[in-house]
């Protein structure tokens, strides 16, 4: 990548080289809403050699390739680009953003108690405790928001865009991996659920990089990696619908 993602916090241990492991800062924000793609059932990945490489068709400045895989089985269910411009923010600008898509999509989330995470791999993430929270995902590069959901207690939270999630037929794996990303940043783990320890991080991560959709990223340069746990109800961690999020960031012109 042209200019590399900082990568903050611990070393952690993974299958490639480091993962880093973010920090936590308090504060606040909002921003502009989720661009993607549909959701739909887990489907497994079919695993074949040579598959052919699948152009997330992002002609962006900075692209944020966005794959969910089920917690448990790391079987796909779903993926969208989020790209746009390349618009470098700061922290004070992060938060506005994430303070914005917070208010538009869950007004009643706890603002006072959001969390900051990173920057690391090209993306902030804020994070709000139950029990009424959210997650947002911010672009460091671009300023878009890449996704967000509610995070919520005792009832499921969801993705703000849903909907819009790509076909899971189109993902495929193969044996070989795309390639170490050129940064990696692993969020920290909800406090809430922070016995949830039967996948690590790097499985997923392992898992994205064996995708058709990564091999066509690796294909047209460095990228980063940004990976984070999306439980949307906290009550029942161990058996809510939970997600590994990873998000391949590139710059591209």
Request: hydrophobic content about 40%; charged content about 15%; overall charge negative.
């Given at each position: ?71 448990l089985t790391l079987e796909p269910r779903g993926w ?174």
């Amino acid at each position: 990548m042209r200019n590399r993602s900082r990568v903050s916090g611990a070393v952690c241990a993974g299958v490639f080289s480091a993962l880093a492991c973010g920090g936590d800062i308090d504060v606040l924000q909002k921003g502009p809403s989720d661009a993607g793609a549909g959701d739909a059932a887990p489907a497994a990945c079919t695993a074949s050699d040579g598959v052919e490489p699948l152009d997330d068709a992002c002609a962006e400045e900075v692209c944020h390739v966005v794959l969910r895989f089920d917690y448990l089985t790391l079987e796909p269910r779903g993926w969208r680009v989020v790209g746009g411009p390349t618009a470098a923010i700061n922290t004070d600008m992060a938060k506005l953003i994430a303070t914005t898509a917070i208010e538009e999509n869950t007004p009643n989330a706890a603002l006072q108690r959001v969390v900051l995470s990173g920057p690391g791999a090209g993306l902030l993430l804020f994070t709000a405790p139950p029990d009424f929270g959210v997650f947002v995902l911010i672009g460091e590069q671009s300023g878009l928001v890449v996704a967000g959901g509610s995070m919520t207690y005792g009832r499921p939270g969801k993705y703000w865009s849903s909907q819009e999630w790509n076909p899971l037929v189109q993902v495929k794996c193969d044996s070989a991996v795309a390639g170490a990303p050129d940064a990696m940043f692993v969020a920290p783990l909800y406090p809430t659920c922070s016995y949830l320890d039967s996948t690590p991080p790097s499985d997923a991560l392992e898992k994205a990089l064996r995708t058709n959709i990564a091999a066509s990223v690796a294909s047209k340069g460095p990228f980063s990696a940004f990976v984070f746990v999306y439980t949307p109800d906290t009550s029942h961690c161990e058996t809510a619908p939970t997600e590994f999020i990873v998000v391949l960031t590139q710059l591209r012109k």
